[in-house]
């Protein structure tokens, strides 16, 4: 190596006398002297040493890791050891990965400081960087290789890596006492670098003999870990709790599916499952658990609960875990001006220097700290690396806080769900808690606190980067550059103080959103009584005057948010005026562009906290709001529980964080409940707490005691009193009673429904499981099957009991899947009776010692409900000596009770068995036989079905049936025929079963046997392939693909094409005045290169560039006067133009938006019936709340943003190619990369917002279906089974989130790499540029500053491009549901508008009628013809299917008349306007519908009567009394949903309002079903003499009900059969209508 050198070791430096270390010119060397010897010899050493150092580089580790994989390859084939397909961290993996990294950096730095150097010396010495070049691909491979032994899970294979550390070390070493040797010690780069490398290599070794310890791989027997229980299932895909540290940092784990993603659309199978720690139940457990210690502590204290603590507490872990990543990313923020300063000082001083050649020193050069950090190039890289780690920590945040955001809003909407499960139905029903809110509760306030939890950082992070920038910006500026920002510092409580506002408005518009929704849901609920009356348009008109006040809050939050957008954007501009205008003001230096553009990125970095702050205001401000509407609801009245006790479910919920909350009623006494079904008893044991609480005899099953209870939980006034009552255990008690005299309030107070003014309700011990038949049956949205089991296990042979009796062996033949076929929400395709029917049939079902059944007869005909009562309720629940409390007006089944309740105005009038009370109540007991004497003519004169055997006798019972049984098989097959013809026609499956009145006599005495068979059918249903039958509820609809461009257009034409066009224009008007205020500063600074001036108008006047090829002279007679008048001109500019942008942008946004909404919601009213019986509330909901709040809260701001920085990332690339035009050749292949990385990136985010859009609406079914239900859910104590299915759907509503963060962040560190490559490549550009003196360094500053702006704009225009389409994607759901095709309302032409008082007499005639529920479907009725003359009472019977009601919803035009037509009073009704058609008739319906409102609204909302004539209809129902005693008379308020009356009461109501609409046909469909029979009989007079001269249609449950009319329409298979007299019909002895009077006698 000597003189003459090598290539490697280059040539040998010269012998000189002179000092070594000193330089030919005029600098100063860091070099020590040598210890001794030559100086040539430790120098050849130094390249000896360096060589070696290649040894475990290049030689060693490529070696090891070909010879590893052989060795794993022949290993995998035996050893099951190593065919592990999981991964298992090794210990000390995070440490590892950041000790390589840490590597990495200080590799790079010696090969920067060996090529520096090397540029000091003397020919070129390749040894001094050439192996550190090596070691830093040598080190990725090692790293790459740990990687490979980890997810191979092969730890015998780590000794390569410890034998290449050690070797590394050792070598290292050699170097470290060469320098020593050389006299070099600390405070030289070198040394500190090699020194560095020593110690992270030691510390690696040391790791290895760790993890040798800890898993002891090499012996016989190694410590095997435990793999995650996750990664053992093949359904979990969102791996990242197991993934490398890499892995975490780049989101790599997220390849497969962005790959998947482009190849076909994601759907929810191919996201598979969350790992179990971030499922929705330990993540909530552990929130309940911090929310139960608050509360005890609130309670305590006497001070409402905090759920800011509860949040804070919950998510420490979290919080502290990203704010430390945040922080770093934020120190990484301010070093990149610093580094931008260093670039452009150097690039002066390099053209400064340029004359005077490079100086070189005679002998070896070892560069100082201080120069290091002074080449361009070096700094260039580590702005490269700033860069990455900057964004990286950045991203790595970012999808943390989402991560644990997500978690937050699952955690409160399960919160919300458990304490609604626990609400008072009063609470709901009174409107202090309405149905909107809740849903409210659940997507709005949840997704506010997820945008809380996902900034929560920035608002600590604001301040740090403002007093961080604002102490930079002193030191660079000086006093101009606090006065500049000052102005952005005196906004912050400006923008606060307008956040308080926004907080204001923000609460108000949510408010007035609670109401739009309540009314939304309840025009959903209601909608089939909407068309029936043809109230569509007042319906949906309420719906948009309350959207016009929300609307109005949205305008008034847009003025404020224009305010701070304004204000956001215009003080950056305003701060850079002033503090650029008074800089030499203060300082007498010229504006230089090291100051300039190093200032403007500290600018940028300030005015970053006042952009976000808005936001975060905005968030925090939300959230606010979010917390005070949930602490009230939090507190809301909750049930005191069954009988005032706690319970077994949720004691235990609450010990292990389940469901519940809101406040407990700690002021009473309870009984403890402890549960041991997992042993397998079926009682519930109780412990008394109290005394206060006496001991039941045996023989009692459920004691009141002195019990006054009342609905409302701020009254004082019972609802029922004085109520002392012990029902016997094992027997059968029947409560009586008209309509309104607390019946069904008792069934609820026992089960703790209602408040306890005074007394107590006590329960048996050991017999207290419950099961509860509502009144209004309550049915899921699932199978038949499952409405029956009711989360037990199915048991085939108790399910066939129990539906034989109930009768529903029948029904399921004709149902298309059978007993798998689907129930609609609300049981939508039953008919009352079906409905009715299922839910008795639970009772039975369930495994309870309790029953208690509220009118479960009403809606049944006496045939039906005479089977029931004997095979169900006597046969089944009293024989198996079951506890059993039946409401019911049926009197003739008194005799078969061992305890009537006879109640009155609230009390128990009468007690006892028949005997007892026929001696202690004469008159009750002669008024009840009055009435059962009266039923018992009927039927011996043939006009009522035989009501059972508890009238008849066994002999002549079997003579009857014996005398029926060939006529009833005849009826049968008609039955069965017509079963798959009725596949999906949902309200053919509608018209009860009651009204199947041929059944079999074997279905009833012999079930068992046929019952057996169907079920052998039922099976072989199950098995067929055709997974659609009898399913009702469709699939959401999903579009796929990118989003089309008519919904652009469609959203564009909702804002108004011209607003859309200015707000285009304005911007991009902004983005040109914004490009040109920063060349005029390169061009204000590039005249002043540095020095200090005397006065304001000095000039710079002897440095020239070439600006590409032409001469440019920077200097002239151009004051700095001129520079700060052209400034101020743009500047002023830039702030008018941000205003009209910013104004323009947000208005039409919010005019999208209400067009958008009313459209919807004046189509979706009109689409018809079927659309809203196949599909489920919850998804409508979710459009009109979810959807719809994207569009009003998100579009605007997304749509902004996009367009924004694409104008910004156009001007970028204008800057950069006029400075350096160079540099565009280079963004060719990153713009390629750009390319392919978004598209990758929006097919998949895409994709998983629309799964994500679908997946939120069964949360809001779920939501909308326990509403109804919720008595029954406490009763059967299933609030933990329904809060495990909440938590299961929210699994499925929030893993798509998941997912879509994820890659979001996936694309983030790609572009911001891509783009720190870019940041390299024109800084490298304008360097090079500026030292050949083709640029001045201004614009190298002005260059770099764009390219340091537009990587994240870049990342930004993917990002928002992306937000926008997933946004769009909700304009695609709304518009889809704008697109519903609905009913024709009016025809184009050929119009028939009758006169007003059409019609006159009530004539109606069928002539050849076809028709259909969907053109999809099969014809429900076929030919029919008929002529029903005015004023004639006309009745309408048939088996189920057969067209009944789909005859009367023809009438009103609900289904699809294809065929024929029919005519009212000579009127075709196919060309009279819809509305006005169904307007003119009226129809009572089985199901009472009542609105929140007054009952003047209910009676007539369209306000055609006066007082007078509603007072006389309510006198005709029988309700005058009632609403005559109420403080506000007929402006007294119903609730929603008419919860403040009984099912009786609604029933009458609705009476009431057929009676005020004076129409001369009405449709009676069971209108009294639900009432007394005294009531009944005083009913069915008045509706005789009010509408004697009306023509009255009635369909038949009950025979009795048509035998007076004047005639019969008997229909079979949607055809016209019978058409005759009652009489002359029952002279055809083989006539269908004489079948069914038979078979109900």
């Given amino acids: 190596m000597g003189q003459t050198g090598s290539l490697f070791c280059g040539p040998g430096y010269q012998n000189s006398n002179t000092t070594s270390g000193q330089l030919l010119s005029a600098r100063n060397s860091t ?492 025009a959903i609920q209601g909608i089939k009584l909407l068309k029936l009356y043809g109230w569509e348009h007042i319906f949906s008109d309420n719906v948009i005057k309350a959207r016009d006040k929300e609307v109005k809050q949205m305008y008034r939050r847009a003025f404020w948010e224009i305010l701070t957008l304004f204000i956001t954007q215009v003080s950056p501009v305003t701060a850079t005026l002033i503090a650029f205008g008074t800089y030499e003001y203060f300082t007498n230096k010229q504006l230089t562009s090291a100051d300039a553009f190093t200032s403007l990125a500290l600018f940028n970095i300030l005015a970053l906290p006042l952009v976000i702050f808005p936001i975060v205001i905005r968030t925090l401000t939300n959230a606010r709001v979010a917390i005070k509407r949930l602490g009230p609801f939090m507190e809301a009245a909750e049930v005191e529980a069954i009988g005032n006790m706690s319970r077994a479910d949720v004691d235990e919920e609450e010990k292990n964080g389940g469901d519940g909350g809101g406040q407990r009623n700690t002021d009473r006494d309870s009984l403890l409940v402890s549960s041991d079904l997992q042993n397998g008893k079926d009682h519930i044991e109780l412990t008394k707490r109290s005394s206060w609480y006496g001991e039941l005899p045996d023989d009692v099953a459920i004691e009141v005691r002195d019990g006054s209870f009342a609905w409302e939980f701020d009254s004082e006034v019972a609802n029922i009193s004085n109520i002392n009552l012990a029902i016997p255990k094992g027997k059968l008690t029947i409560v009586v009673g008209q309509v309104g005299c607390g019946k069904s309030s008792l069934l609820s107070a026992i089960l703790g429904e209602m408040k306890t003014l005074s007394g107590q309700v006590v329960w048996n011990k050991k017999h207290n499981k419950v099961a509860y038949a509502a009144q209004r049956p309550w049915l899921l949205n699932a199978s038949l099957r499952d409405n029956v089991t009711f989360g037990l296990p199915f048991d085939r042979s108790r399910y066939q009991q129990v539906i034989s009796a109930c009768c529903l062996q029948p029904d399921i033949d004709i149902l298309p899947g059978g007993d798998m076929t689907e129930i609609g929400e609300k049981g939508i395709n039953l008919s009352g009776g079906q409905k009715q029917r299922i839910s008795v049939a639970r009772t039975l079902y369930a495994k309870s010692d309790i029953v208690l059944l509220d009118d479960p007869l009403s809606a049944l005909d006496a045939h039906v409900g005479s089977h029931l009562f004997d095979q169900g309720i006597m046969g089944q629940l009293v024989k198996d000596c079951r506890t059993v409390v039946l409401v019911t007006h049926k009197l003739q089944y008194l005799e078969h009770a061992h305890l009537i309740v006879a109640m009155e105005k609230g009390q128990i009038i009468a007690r006892g068995t028949m005997e007892e009370i026929r001696e202690t109540s004469p008159d009750l007991h002669r008024g009840w036989m009055d009435a059962i004497s009266e039923c018992v003519r009927q039927i011996d004169e043939g006009l009522e079905p035989k009501a059972g055997p508890m009238f008849q006798n066994q002999v002549r019972k079997a003579d009857h049936l014996k005398q029926d049984e060939n006529s009833s098989s005849i009826a049968a097959q008609h039955l069965l025929l017509n079963r798959l013809s009725r596949h999906l026609s949902v309200s053919s499956l509608a018209s009860s079963v009651e009204d199947v009145w041929v059944r079999r006599a074997d279905w009833c005495e012999d079930g068992t046997k046929k019952d057996q068979a169907k079920f052998v059918e039922d099976e072989n249903k199950e098995k067929q392939p055709d997974g659609e ?32 066009i200015l707000v285009l224009f304005l ?404 060309r009279v306007p819809l509305t006005l058609l169904r307007s003119r008739l009226s129809i009572i319906p089985q199901d009472p519908v009542l609105f929140s409102g007054t009952i003047r609204f209910n009676l007539d909302p369209e306000e055609n009567s006066d007082d007078e004539e509603l007072w006389r209809a309510l006198e005709i129902a029988q309700l005058k009394t009632l609403v005559a005693d109420m403080p506000s008379k007929l402006d007294e308020m119903v609730t929603e949903g008419g919860e403040n009356f009984s099912v009786g009461q609604r029933q009458l109501f609705c009476l009431a309002r057929a009676f005020v609409r004076k129409s001369r046909i009405l449709i009676m469909d069971e209108a009294t079903a639900s009432v007394d029979m005294e009531t009944d009989a005083i009913l069915q007079e008045v509706i005789k003499e009010a509408f004697g001269d009306r023509t009255v249609i009635t369909v038949a449950h009950r025979i009795a009900t048509i035998l007076n009319s004047d005639r019969i329409l008997v229909l079979d298979q949607g055809k016209l059969m019978e058409n005759d007299s009652p009489e002359n019909l029952l002279k055809k002895p083989d006539g269908l209508f004489t079948a069914m009077v038979k078979a109900n006698k």
């Fill in 1067 to 1470: 911007q991009v008007c902004k983005a040109g005045v914004t490009l040109a205020l920063d060349f005029w500063l390169a061009a204000w600074s590039s005249g002043n290169v540095g020095g200090s001036i005397d006065a304001w108008n000095h000039t710079e006047a002897n440095v020239n560039y070439t600006q590409w090829n032409t001469s440019q002279a920077i200097s002239g007679p151009v004051t700095t006067g001129y520079y700060v008048t052209g400034y101020t001109g743009l500047s002023v500019g830039a702030i008018v133009l941000t205003a009209a942008a910013v104004a323009a942008s947000i208005l039409s946004s919010l005019r999208g938006a209400r067009v958008m909404h009313d459209r919807m919601v004046n189509n979706i009213v009109r689409a018809p019936l079927r659309f809203f019986d196949t599909t489920p509330t919850g998804r409508i909901l979710n459009r009109m709340s979810g959807d719809q709040g994207t569009l009003d809260n998100h579009l605007p701001g997304d749509m902004v943003m996009f367009v924004r920085n694409g104008l910004d990332v156009l001007s970028a690339f204008i800057a950069l190619g006029v400075i350096t035009p160079y540099f565009l050749i280079g963004m060719i292949p990153i713009l390629v990369f750009y390319y392919f990385m978004q598209k990758l990136f929006r097919s998949s985010a895409r994709e998983l917002k629309r799964i994500e859009s679908i997946k939120h609406s069964p949360v809001f079914s779920q939501l909308s279906e326990s509403f109804g239900g919720l008595s029954t859910i406490r009763a059967y104590r299933a609030e933990e089974r329904f809060t495990d299915e909440m938590m299961r759907r929210l699994n499925a509503g929030f893993t798509p989130s998941m997912y879509l963060m994820g890659v979001e962040c996936w694309l983030g560190v790609r572009m911001v790499s891509a783009g720190a490559v870019m940041i390299f490549v024109a800084g490298l550009s304008s360097v090079v540029a500026g030292l050949q003196g083709l640029v001045s360094p201004a614009w190298v500053g002005l260059a770099i500053s764009y390219a340091i702006r537009i990587q994240i704009q870049l990342f930004s225009v993917v990002s928002s491009f992306a937000d926008v389409e997933n946004d769009m994607t909700r304009v695609e759901r709304v518009d889809t549901y704008s697109r519903v095709q609905g009913e024709v309302y009016q025809h184009k032409s050929g119009n028939t508008v009758p006169p007003v008082e059409w019609p006159a007499s009530g004539t109606v005639q069928l002539e050849g009628v076809s028709a259909r529920y969907d053109e999809s479907l099969d014809a429900v009725l076929t030919m029919v013809t008929a002529n029903i003359r005015a004023g004639e009472k006309v009745g309408i019977c048939g088996r189920t299917g057969s067209g009944k009601s789909s005859l009367t919803l023809a009438l009103f035009r609900m289904i699809d008349m294809f065929e024929g037509t029919i005519s009212i009073d000579g009127v075709d009704i196919s």
């Fill in 31 to 522: 070099l020590g002297q040598p210890k001794g010897g030559t100086a040539g010899q430790p120098f050849a050493n130094e390249c000896f040493v360096d060589t070696l150092n290649l040894i475990p580089h290049v030689g060693f580790l490529p070696l090891a890791v070909i010879c590893a994989a052989i060795y794993a390859r022949c290993c995998r084939r035996g050893n099951g050891y190593q065919d592990k397909r999981v991964w298992v961290l090794f210990p000390g993996h995070y440490a590892r990965w950041v000790m390589t990294f840490v590597l990495l950096f200080v590799t790079l730095c010696e090969v920067g400081e060996g090529v520096i150097s090397d540029s000091f010396s003397p020919g070129h010495h390749p040894h001094l960087y050439v192996p550190w070049i090596m070691a830093f691909p040598a080190t990725i491979l090692a790293g790459v290789f740990y990687h490979q032994i980890e997810m191979s899970n092969f730890p015998r294979l780590l000794p390569l890596l410890g034998i290449y550390n050690i070797l590394s070390v050792v070598f290292k070493f050699d170097r470290l006492f060469h320098l020593l040797n050389r006299g070099v010690s600390l405070g030289s780069l070198r040394f500190d670098l090699a020194i560095t490398s020593v110690i992270i290599y030691l510390m690696m070794i040391l790791l290895e003999v760790y993890v040798l310890y800890r898993k002891r791989y090499l012996s016989s027997h190694p410590i095997d870990d435990p793999v995650p229980e996750d990664l053992l299932h093949g359904d979990v895909r969102y791996i990242f709790p197991y993934v490398s540290l890499p892995s975490r940092m780049t989101q790599s784990w997220h390849n497969w599916m962005m790959i998947l993603g482009y190849k076909v659309p994601l759907q929810f199978e191919h996201l598979g499952k969350l790992p179990k720690d971030f499922h929705a139940k330990p993540v909530y457990h552990h929130f309940r658990e911090v929310y139960e210690r608050e509360k005890e502590k609130a309670v305590k204290n006497k001070r409402p609960v905090s759920l800011w603590k509860v949040i804070f507490v919950a998510f420490s872990r979290q919080f502290l875990k990203t704010g430390v990543l945040k922080l770093i990313s934020d120190v990484f923020t301010f070093i990149n001006p610093l580094l931008l300063r260093g670039i452009i000082t150097a690039a002066i001083g390099a053209g400064l220097a340029a004359d005077g050649g490079t100086p070189v020193h005679q002998g070896p050069y070892l560069v100082s700290l201080g120069e290091f950090l002074s080449n361009g190039y070096i700094l260039l890289v580590l702005l490269l690396i700033c860069t990455l780690l900057k964004y990286t920590f950045e991203q790595m945040s970012v999808f943390l806080n989402f991560q644990q955001g997500v978690q937050l809003r699952t955690c409160m909407q399960t919160l919300v769900y458990t304490k609604c499960l626990r609400l008072s139905s009063w609470v709901l029903g009174s409107g202090k808690v309405t149905a909107g809110q809740i849903m409210n509760h659940v997507s709005m306030d949840g997704m506010m606190l997820m945008f809380f939890a996902a900034l929560f950082h920035h608002s600590w992070s604001m301040v740090l980067q403002t007093i961080a920038g604002a102490i930079f910006l002193y030191y660079q500026l000086g006093w101009s550059a606090l006065i500049g920002a000052s102005i952005i510092l005196c906004m912050l409580p400006v923008n606060y103080k307008i956040a308080r506002q926004l907080e204001i408005v923000t609460k108000t518009k949510l408010a007035v959103s609670d109401q739009r929704m309540k009314r939304i849901n309840e």
């Fill in 1029 to 1060: 039958l009898g399913k009702l509820v469709e699939a959401e609809e999903r579009m796929e693909g990118d989003v089309k461009l008519k919904y652009y257009v469609t959203y564009a034409a909702a804002c108004g094409l011209h607003l859309a």
